[in-house]
Every structure is written in structure tokens, then in C-alpha cells.
């Protein structure tokens, strides 16, 4: 399996290559050149466990790592040492919640990003290179990222979050990481300016040489590839428990990612009946799906500060393949939106953007009141992100749309990161974690920079001297 960008600058290039550059020496996003087809051996996988599922599914797509250093990097990350169950599906009321915030920092991010560390290790340590990530995060992914790489010899790692914007709790996990090789930083702006300088530090070729700079960001396939597993399990797992032959993924999300695995599951054959995209009041890829136009609006501070982003990094990926992987049409595409902040695809004769695809979004109002229903009437406890997720199904259910298969509502994070929402939505705290509770009377580390690229260059080079 080889790699190409997105913008058709970048000679095809193998897996581990890819992983390294992160983002596209062209601006672009690495994708793989082929989607496998799977159908024939889904029946095989159902019964594995989820570091066998996982090796079956990424070898397909990481053809340079031999069969067995690959069952060691799974095994690694997914066996005994993960700290609980990596991705059970629970009932929930009427629908099912894929939990995924069983790792050390109770976030759905955990699941590729433990692995992505662990890849980094064993590539690096075959190369003998040094790496220094450079990564932007709304809140889980920069904890998630730290804790994958924190104290891995030839790492350094720097994260940007929007100063002030993510919950506190998702700081201390970041800023009470007092490794030498994590860095963090906070940015005076929101998380599309986080994000817009990776761009930035990354498309200067010359600087991202110098400094070696890598991406674990969801802009870095390997993020991808590891979510795509978590689809086939909830799948079989869901299937198996209701007798169903397919099922139904709502997905709440900001940037893309999360559904973007889910997609690439079901072109790989996996029987996934439609993808529910679930968004808050920034609501920029709902809007998408209903009418085809994607267009950059006000920002709205929210409950759900993961999914507080207007410029969805992943998108740019969909698009690739919506426009027929045509690399001409989406440069252009990307242009318009970078010039105008808005781009548009004409639906089908039909109207419908994409049949695969159905999206709505819903209020904070709502999302508190999800929270407070669950509680009350089903006994399950949300937090808000994946509250967004279970509004938008429920939605769903109560109109009796696509009545049939099963709802599997995506759980990104424990609500014990939330206290402040789940307090408002039920009156009450959240149980404690220990996990969140050994955090409190740590000390802290974190620089406060501009809006800058230029800032933050000086930065990483100081810190790298």
C-alpha cells in the first residue's frame, strides 16, 4: 500500500514514510492510494480479540512493517498494559454507546494515539532519527498525545491549546506533564488558530526538515487507521448482541476524524447501514451534508469544547474522494475556501449531498438535557460530547427515521471530565476518578504565546537548542 496527497503533489510514498511527514510536504493530506475490500473475511474477524482485529486491519494498510513487528505494536498498545477494556458497546436506553474512554487520559483519543507512540518508538528506533511533534488540540487530543509520548527517547513533543478554551481539567492532564521532551503551549486565540499554525510550521518545508517535525494530529493517517478497528468491533459486537445484520454510527464531531475512520469502514465493506454526523452549534459540517455548501462561520464557545471548530482538518480528505480523488478540483477547492472561507459541491439529482451520510446538530439546551435524561431515566451518565451524539440519534428515533438497525452512539470521553456540565445538567458531581483526582495538587508547566507562527517557531527552536 503506498500513499499520495490529497493535492497530488507528493510522489506515492510507503506507510511508514507517511507516517512520518504527518502532513503533506504539499499542503495536502496522505491518503491511501486503494480502499481494501473486506467482505469476504469479516466472518473470520468476528470472533478475534481486539489486538488480533487490529493487526488484521492494519496490515492491509502498513505493508513496510513486517507481520510480526506489527503484532508487537498492537499487543503493546492494545493487551494487558491498556488499563481496561479498549472499545466495549454498552446498551444505553434505545440506542448502544461505543465506549472508548477506558484509557489513561478517559478519552477516545487514547485508542490511536497509545499505538501512534508506540509506532513512532519502533520507527525511529529502526532509523535512528529524532522527531518533534508539533500538535494542535481543543482538549483530549493534546492529553492523549503527551501521554503516548512522554519519556520516548527521540520524541520531543509540542502542543498547542487555545488559552483559556479547553475544560480544566483537560489542562492539568496536559500541563502537569513534566517530562523534559513535553512542551505545552498556550495560545491566545481559539482552536483554529492552534491549528492553522501546525499548518503554517508544517508547509514551510525548509523549517519542518530543520526541525524535524512530525504530526499527531488527525492530519497523521496512522490517527485514522487506528479508529478505522474500533468500527469493526462495535459492529460485530453490536451485530452479535441484537441479531442484527448492520448497524447505524452516530458520531458527534469537530474535526472529521472520528467519522472519517468510520467511512473508510464502510467502504471497506463493513455492513454500516448510514453514518449520523452529530455536531454542536458549530455546526459547519452539518450545514455540509444538508446543502453542499461548507462555510466558515461566528465561533460558538460551548459545553463541548472538543467540537468548538469551524475548519475541520479531516475534511479535506472526504472531499478528496467526494470530488472523484481529482487533485486538481480539490486544490481549487481548498483556495476558494481559504480565500472566501466557503466551498460548495452540487448535491445529487436527487438533492442529497451523500446517501452514506445523514448530520444535525443540536444546542447546549439540548445536549444538558440529553445528560439529564439518560441520568434519570436509564441510569447512564454522558458526557457532553457524546451527549451531542445521543440528542442527535434520539432525534432520530422519536421521528422513526431509518427505523431498523441498531444506533451505536460513539462515547469520546468519561463525564468525569465534565464536571461543570454534568453539575448543571443533573444538580450533582460526577463520581470522582482517581485518575482525575491525582492531578489536583500536581504542579504545572505551560508557556503562554501570541496568536503567532513566528512565536511559536522561536519557541520550538529554543526548546530544541
Not at 503533489?9 to 506507510?15: D, L, Q, S
Not at 503533506?24 to 493530506?29: E, N, P, V
Not at 474535526?255 to 458549530?282: Q, S
Not at 434519570?376 to 427515521?401: K, N, W
Amino acid at each position: 500500500m503506498r500513499y499520495v496527497s490529497t493535492r497530488g503533489g507528493v510522489a506515492p510514498i510507503a506507510f511508514q514514510p507517511a507516517v512520518l511527514m504527518g502532513l503533506a510536504d504539499d499542503g495536502g493530506l496522505l491518503i491511501p492510494e486503494s480502499i481494501p475490500d473486506v467482505s469476504d473475511r469479516l466472518d473470520d474477524w468476528r470472533a478475534l480479540d481486539y489486538p488480533a482485529l487490529a493487526f488484521e486491519v492494519m496490515r492491509l494498510y502498513a505493508t513496510d512493517v513486517p507481520d510480526e513487528g506489527l503484532r508487537t505494536l498492537v499487543e503493546a498498545t492494545y493487551g494487558a498494559s491498556y488499563g481496561g477494556p479498549v472499545a466495549p458497546t454498552v446498551q444505553a436506553g434505545p440506542l448502544h454507546v461505543l465506549e472508548l474512554f477506558h484509557g489513561p487520559t478517559l478519552a477516545f483519543k487514547d485508542v490511536a494515539l497509545q499505538f501512534l507512540g508506540n509506532l513512532f518508538s519502533h520507527i525511529l528506533g529502526r532509523t535512528g532519527r529524532r522527531l518533534n511533534i508539533l500538535c494542535a488540540t481543543s482538549g483530549d487530543t493534546g492529553s492523549a498525545a503527551i501521554y503516548g509520548c512522554r519519556g520516548r527517547p527521540g520524541i520531543d513533543i509540542f502542543i498547542l491549546h487555545p488559552h483559556g478554551r479547553v475544560s480544566p481539567i483537560q489542562e492539568r492532564q496536559m500541563t502537569t506533564v513534566l517530562d523534559e521532551n513535553v512542551h505545552n503551549i498556550a495560545i491566545e486565540g481559539i482552536f483554529d488558530d492552534c491549528q492553522a499554525i501546525v499548518k503554517t510550521l508544517a508547509s514551510d518545508l525548509e523549517f519542518k526538515a530543520a526541525a524535524s517535525l512530525g504530526a499527531v494530529n488527525s492530519i497523521n493517517w496512522a490517527r485514522v487507521l487506528a479508529q478505522i478497528v474500533y468500527y469493526f468491533r462495535a459492529c460485530f459486537d453490536t451485530c452479535a448482541a441484537t441479531g442484527a445484520d448492520r448497524v447505524r454510527f452516530c458520531v458527534p464531531t469537530g474535526n472529521f476524524g472520528d467519522i472519517l475512520a468510520a467511512w473508510y469502514a464502510l467502504r471497506m465493506g463493513l455492513p454500516i447501514e448510514r453514518l449520523i454526523l452529530a455536531t454542536n452549534e458549530n455546526d459547519i459540517l452539518a450545514g455540509f451534508f444538508r446543502t453542499g455548501r461548507y462555510e466558515r462561520g461566528a465561533l460558538h464557545r460551548t459545553l463541548a469544547p472538543a467540537m468548538d471548530i469551524q475548519v475541520s482538518s479531516n475534511f479535506e480528505r472526504y472531499l478528496y474522494h467526494r470530488v472523484g480523488r481529482d487533485a486538481g478540483r480539490l486544490r481549487t477547492l481548498m483556495q476558494e475556501f481559504a480565500r472566501s472561507g466557503a466551498l460548495a459541491i452540487d448535491p445529487g439529482p436527487d438533492g442529497v449531498v451523500d446517501a452514506e451520510f445523514v448530520a444535525d446538530s443540536c444546542t447546549m439546551d439540548d445536549c444538558l438535557d440529553t445528560i439529564r435524561r439518560w441520568h434519570r431515566d436509564h441510569g447512564y451518565l454522558l458526557d457532553p460530547h457524546t451527549a451531542v451524539g445521543v440528542a442527535v440519534a434520539a432525534r432520530r428515533i422519536a421521528a422513526r427515521q431509518d427505523a431498523g438497525s441498531p444506533i451505536v452512539c460513539v462515547g469520546t470521553a468519561h463525564p468525569a471530565k465534565f464536571p461543570d456540565a454534568i453539575r448543571r445538567a443533573t444538580g450533582r458531581d460526577p463520581a470522582p476518578h482517581p485518575a482525575i483526582d491525582a492531578l489536583m495538587d500536581r504542579p504545572t508547566r505551560c508557556a503562554v504565546l501570541p496568536n503567532d507562527p513566528e512565536a511559536v517557531r522561536r519557541a520550538i527552536l529554543s526548546a530544541l537548542a
